[in-house]
C-alpha cells in the first residue's frame, strides 16, 4: 500500500514538473512572438473624451504594451462637460502613465470643434481628417487582423 502511495506521488512531481517546464517554455514563445510582432507596431488609440481609455479599452492596451506596439493616444474632447476640464485632462494622463502610454504619445485636443457634449455631432469630415493627420504624423502602422 505504501509502494502505491509514493507511486502516486511520483507520477504527481513528474506530472507538476512536465506542465511547470512546458508552460515555461510557452511563455517563452509567447513572448518572442510578441516582439517580433509588436518591434515596429505604432499604434493609434482615438477616444471622445477621458476615461474611455480605461472604461473600454484598457485590456486592449495592456495587451498591445505586452506585445510591445508603440501606442499613442488622440482625446478629442477634454471632457469639459460638467467643467471638469483639467481635472479630466490630469486623470487622463495618469491613467495613460499606469496603461503604460508614455505622455509624449499623448494628445487631447480642446477646442470648439469637439465639445464634449451629447446635443452636439461632430462633423466626421473634420474628426477623420485630424485622425490622418495623427496617423501620417506618428507614422502608425497597425492593420487590422481578424487573427489576433
Known amino acids: 500500500m505504501e509502494a502505491m502511495w509514493l507511486l502516486c506521488v511520483a507520477a504527481a512531481v513528474v506530472a507538476w514538473g512536465f506542465l511547470w517546464v512546458w508552460d515555461s517554455s510557452e511563455r517563452v514563445k ?8 509588436g518591434a ?27 506585445l510591445r ?4 493616444l488622440l482625446c478629442f474632447s477634454a471632457g469639459n462637460y ?12 495618469q491613467s495613460c ?6 505622455l509624449s504619445s499623448v494628445m ?10 451629447p446635443g452636439v455631432q461632430w462633423n466626421t469630415e473634420h474628426v477623420a481628417s485630424v485622425l490622418l493627420q495623427h496617423i501620417e504624423v506618428n507614422g502608425i502602422n497597425l492593420k487590422a487582423n481578424s487573427r489576433l
Open 30 to 37: 509567447s513572448r518572442e512572438q510578441g516582439e517580433r510582432l
Open 40 to 66: 515596429e507596431s505604432r499604434t493609434l488609440l482615438a477616444i471622445a473624451h477621458p476615461d474611455d481609455e480605461a472604461m473600454f479599452f484598457a485590456p486592449t492596451v495592456l495587451g498591445l504594451a505586452r
Open 69 to 72: 506596439h508603440w501606442v499613442y
Open 82 to 93: 460638467y467643467n471638469q476640464g483639467e481635472t479630466r485632462k490630469k486623470e487622463l494622463l
Open 97 to 102: 502613465d499606469v496603461l503604460g502610454i508614455p
Open 108 to 117: 487631447i485636443i480642446d477646442n470648439r470643434d469637439f465639445p464634449d457634449d
